[in-house]
């Protein structure tokens, strides 16, 4: 962790005591803990609060029990130790002697953080198989919370919890009756880990639909990125706006004065027969450091939790950063999530589950589909993978249907991602290899007209195209003009060739290159290529400026 990061986090914990919302108690725990949670296993236990000044703190935890003293700031924190994994419920007792907390039904397993924007968000009631799932869900041991949505301009060191029923800010199980809420990203790989490790497993939903890459690093990473100065500046003017504007009693006077004026605008409207005016939205008389900002949401949903021992991150976005000129900082934004929640955390090996951004809309001219955000998205994303350690990457374009940005097949999707986790960060609990990995692009030859693309060792067993239909290939000759290519598969070698019956001399291939990408290539365990270009050329992707080419990514976690 960088100095500045360390002190920034560490002065904010020592300096700010732990609000429990709806309490008047002294004896408090942070919102994190509450009846029916997980624990990590085989990690040492954090369990941190506030209370009086130089009070004693008793903590128990089943058979286990330790104390420590609260400091000047009547904050206080301490490790229990590493436990084993357990179905057996037990209860975290802490006491000053005067008061007492208990938190009941605890289990013991692996606890997954689920970050990203809507597509993590996305619950199981509205995924695609929801008529099924939450009628058979039946999963006690499966728990999950939703943080609250909070943006705030500093770090947090809790987040508030409306009530003790409320959806968001309290543990649920994954269970008929409570399920419903669960990211359906996240119930499909906790349910397969879970099978196989036969395990409790714990999810931390902390998505937030509509974010991108920036809201989710820390001011201090994103002032060293020369394109993240727009959004800055934007944001500090927003901010000036506010103050200036009398914060919240001005916000209101300014609401309350635009509903009357609008008012009077709708009967003028309807006296004349036109169209009425939209009425104001309440969204734009709100702090906007409580919105979606630069910084914003690391600040309101992670600083809270960062204390929490967690065995990795399941993170899903990009869809955000595929519009106008978003895609500029991602280059560096998106590595900066990882760099940076791998600091907050204190883990630099902190494994990430990356997914690879389907696509939406419909397909247009080559030149758009070549062109487009979404493909600049899914490179950086997987240059990404490729230069940083404990990463996974996992495509998804196939499990879009209907061009919605919101593929509503989400099995696929948690259960590629179980893969992963089951293969690499969890080789040693199970009994056999798990391929996790679709064809993987390592090299090409161009020979006689063709193009011929190998792949990386053992992806590519089983390599076939779906249904022995060619779709998803493109290939271009010195004019850098793209055009449907056709395809075979080598089965005997492994090998891809591509090739166009008017390209003598072929100088590139793409697949998987589109707004919504449709391709066919697979191998044998049915897992999809990752898209892939052989060229460098740069791209320009409509309704921006400026051209994008391959950046220089730094795995500065490593």
């Known amino acids: 962790m960088t100095t500045r990061l360390i002190i920034a986090a560490s002065a904010f914990f020592l300096l700010t005591p732990v609000l429990a919302s709806g309490t008047e108690t ?104 929801s008529d099924l799932e939450i009628d058979s869900a039946a999963d006690e041991h499966i ?21 003790p029923t409320a959806s968001e800010g309290n543990w649920r199980k994954a269970i008929s009756s409570e399920v419903e809420n669960c990211t359906a990203v996240g119930y499909y790989f906790a349910q397969r880990i879970s099978r196989i490790l036969k395990t409790p497993v714990g999810l931390v939903d902390v998505s937030w639909g509509g974010t991108m890459a920036q809201h989710w ?81 690391i600040n309101g949903m992670i600083f809270p939790i960062a204390q929490f021992s967690v065995r990795g991150v399941l993170f899903y976005q990009g869809e955000n950063n595929s519009f106008g000129t978003s895609w500029k900082p991602f280059y560096a934004t998106f590595p900066a999530v990882i760099s940076d929640w791998r600091r907050v955390f204190s883990r630099p090996d902190l494994p990430f589950g990356l997914v690879q951004i389907a696509g939406w809309s419909n397909r247009r001219s080559m030149t758009y589909d070549m062109n487009h ?35 509503a097949h989400k099995r696929p999707v948690g259960e590629r991602l179980a893969r992963w986790a089951l293969a690499e960060v969890y080789p040693d609990q199970i009994s056999r290899n798990i391929n996790w990995k679709g064809p993987l692009y390592k090299s090409h030859l161009i020979k006689d007209g063709k193009v011929i693309i190998t792949f990386e060792e053992d992806t590519a067993d089983g390599l076939r195209l779906d ?10 000759g010195k004019d850098r003009e793209f055009h449907h290519a056709q395809a075979r598969i080598d089965g005997g070698k492994k090998q891809l060739i591509v090739w166009h019956d008017e390209i003598d001399s072929p100088v590139a291939v793409r697949y998987g290159f589109s707004n919504l990408p449709h391709g066919t290539l697979l191998n044998g365990k049915e897992l999809p290529a990752y898209p892939f270009r052989t060229d460098t050329w740069p791209m320009t992707p409509h309704q921006s400026t400026g051209d994008y080419e391959i950046k220089r990514i730094v795995p500065s976690s490593n």
């Open 217 to 297: 690093v820390t001011d201090e990473t994103l002032a060293d990125i020369p394109e993240m100065r727009p959004y800055h500046d934007s944001f500090e003017t927003d901010l000036k706006n506010w103050i200036e504007g009398g914060e919240e009693e001005g916000a209101k006077r300014r609401y309350e004065r635009d509903i009357t004026a609008w008012e009077v605008s709708v009967k003028e409207a309807r006296a004349n027969g036109e169209r009425e005016p939209r009425r104001p939205n309440g969204n734009d008389y709100i702090n906007p450091g409580h919105k979606r900002h630069p910084a914003g949401m």
């Open 143 to 163: 728990r999950f919370i939703r943080i609250p949505l909070i943006a705030r301009n500093h770090p947090q060191s809790d987040f508030p919890v409306d009530s």
């Open 26 to 129: 002294t004896l408090r725990l942070p919102n994190i803990f509450g009846d029916s949670m997980i624990f990590q296993a085989n990690k040492p236990i954090t369990v941190w609060g506030s209370a009086t000044k130089g009070a004693e703190i008793s903590i128990s935890f089943g058979d286990v029990k330790t104390t420590t003293t609260t400091d000047i700031m009547g904050n206080w924190r301490t490790n229990l130790p590493a436990t084993d994994k357990s179905f057996i419920p037990r209860i975290l007792r802490i006491t000053d002697g005067t008061e007492a907390i208990e938190i009941k039904n605890i289990l013991v397993g692996e606890l997954w953080i689920c970050g990203g924007q809507s597509n993590m968000a996305w619950t199981l009631r509205a995924s695609r198989d």
């Open 373 to 407: 955000h979404t493909n600049v998205i899914r490179e950086i994303q997987h240059i990404t993978w490729q230069r940083f350690d404990n990463l996974g990457l996992i495509p998804t374009y196939d499990t879009n249907s209907n061009g919605s940005i919101h593929p």
């Open 467 to 476: 249904k022995d239909i060619v779709a998803g290939f493109y290939i271009a």
